[in-house]
């Protein structure tokens, strides 16, 4: 069990990282970097995370604790049917997005070129596609999934629409309100994904 001490240390060199990441896109941060802005040695930053990777998922991870993603889909998690429960998890992660913007893509901008961030962004985006699946699940458990696409296949359309990609293009490009994104996504999800006779 960890000491009170370790883990104030831990919960400073996570923020501190999280902070730098958002800070800088992620470019150039060092493990080093980190150590410096938490006031502690590189070595007590190994000595916690002895891998880059391991930093970066659990920065995701304590960013997800810290803004209690848990309660944010509790209401998904509850939900009596399928629609609700997909219906619930989009606005649920769609309003999310906003807030862990900064991490993601700092992680964006990175993982092509550093594993570390790869690593990362690949955990924390297959936690969301579990959600996704989770959804897709509750509507094949109704028999309102659409006979056109396999679960898998419906997975993968709600993942891929539900990427922060389609929302920076949509609300930052296009200039769209959080609201209409979400009243969106919710009505194409509903449109492609219930089978005919449900659709609105």
Known sequence: MMSSANIQTRTRILRSAWKLLEGDSGQGVRMADIAKDAGISRQAVYLHFPKRAELLIAVTRYIDEVLDVDARLAA?????????????????????????????????????????????????????????????????????????????????????????????????????????YIEAMQMMARRVLLTGALRP
């Open 76 to 180: 998904s998690r509850r939900a009596a049917t399928g629609a609700a429960r997909l219906e619930a998890f989009i606005e649920a992660w769609g309003n999310y997005i906003p807030e862990i913007h900064g991490i993601a893509k700092a992680l964006l901008a990175m993982k092509d070129t550093d594993a570390a961030a790869a690593a990362a962004w690949a955990d924390r985006m297959g936690a969301v596609r579990q959600g996704c699946e989770a959804a897709v699940q509750a509507l094949n458990a109704d028999g309102m999934l659409t006979p056109e696409f396999s679960p898998q296949q419906a997975t993968d359309i709600l993942w891929t629409q539900l990427s922060v990609r389609n929302w920076e293009q949509l609300t930052q490009e296009c200039g769209w309100s959080q609201k209409r």
